[in-house]
């Protein structure tokens, strides 16, 4: 499977070209605030070679506001351009230190004073991500079993959380990851960013989770 894939959540955005042969070509991008300007150069170089294209995935957060939906708003482009399916995939199932573990949590600063937390099984989101107080998100990472990350730049105050961020072509091996059922699934309807908190202008939909397996 040849999967052009989008990743935005975080400064550090990534565009990867990936197929199921170990192949792949990846371009990364830093924006402080917005990848509005920065997304584009790299995806024209990377396209010419996404000749044998067959999906589109795009990283859905939790993360920046804005470079999620600048991200998804590629893809769905794309998608349509190229007449071929996209899929939403959690940014923090793709992260660079727990690529390799089956189960780990993830914790980090929502703003407006709160804080979240979700667990990630099997490349999967169990659930989607639990916002609360300090105290409240405290007590849940004391509480887990799980190594703890955090896709902020330092550990939250209340635990010890390891720093890491998701990438584009972990973005895509979780999506080729996907059984047939799973894609048909996530195919069908537009990807949605999970929001912590509801968009001030936009309803917010709960987006789709597909349960460990």
Not at 135 to 144: F, K, N, P, Q
Request: charged share 15%.
């Amino acid at each position: 499977m040849h999967i052009l894939a989008f990743e935005t959540s975080s400064p550090r955005g990534t565009i990867a070209l990936w197929n199921d042969c170990g192949q792949g070509l990846m371009e990364d991008f830093q924006s402080d605030r917005s990848h509005n300007s920065l997304l584009f150069p790299p995806l024209a170089r990377i396209l010419p070679n996404a000749t044998e294209l067959e999906l589109v995935a795009a990283g859905t957060g939790p993360g920046s506001y804005t470079g999620v939906r600048v991200g998804l708003s590629a893809a769905l482009g794309i998608s349509m351009a190229r007449n071929v399916p996209v899929v939403g995939i959690p940014s923090i199932t793709a992260l660079v230190h727990a690529a390799a573990e089956e189960r780990y949590a993830v914790c980090g600063d929502a703003r407006r004073g709160s804080w979240w937390f979700a667990e990630i099984e099997r490349g999967r989101l169990a659930a989607h991500p639990t916002l609360g107080s300090a105290s409240e998100i405290a007590a849940l990472t004391a509480a887990t079993s799980r190594r703890i990350y955090t896709t902020d730049p330092a550990s939250p105050p209340f635990c010890e959380a390891t720093p890491s961020w998701p990438r584009a072509d972990l973005i895509a091996l979780r999506a080729a990851s996907l059984t047939e059922q799973e894609l048909a699934r996530l195919a069908a309807i537009p990807p949605e960013p999970i929001y912590l908190h509801a968009p001030f202008i936009t309803q917010s939909k709960q987006p789709v989770f597909l349960p460990p397996p």
